[in-house]
């Protein structure tokens, strides 16, 4: 990827992706990391996350999270900011529920 502004290289980008262990979450996060940028990839299942991301590599952190509780969410940042030093990107993706 080539930044518009020098030609060089751009910056890699800190993110953190919702429901990274299947679906459109994990094609982001795959994408992401593709890219070379750093992602905080969450799902509310660690054992599924786990196996989405079997290729781990030094820029990318796992981390359970259930959206709905506010401690696992704030955790989840709190992480990406310790191991990658900020967030810059956030791919909340929602997920799909029966009513």
């Known amino acids: 990827m080539v930044s ?9 980008c800190s993110f ?7 679906g459109i ?3 982001v996060a795959q994408a992401a ?8 990839a969450t799902a509310r299942n660690m054992e599924k996350l786990r196996a989405a991301c079997a290729d781990a590599i030094d820029k990318l952190a796992l981390v359970q999270l259930d959206i709905s509780d506010q401690a ?10 310790e191991r990658f030093g900020r ?12 009513i």
């Open 25 to 27: 979450g994990q094609g």
């Open 72 to 81: 696992q969410a704030k955790a989840s940042i709190n992480e990406a900011a």
């Open 4 to 12: 518009p502004r020098n030609s060089g290289p751009a910056p890699s």
């Open 33 to 40: 990391l593709t890219a070379g940028h750093q992602v905080v």
């Open 16 to 22: 953190i992706v919702t429901g990274a262990n299947s």
């Open 87 to 98: 967030i810059d990107v956030l791919g909340f993706l929602p997920v799909m529920c029966e």
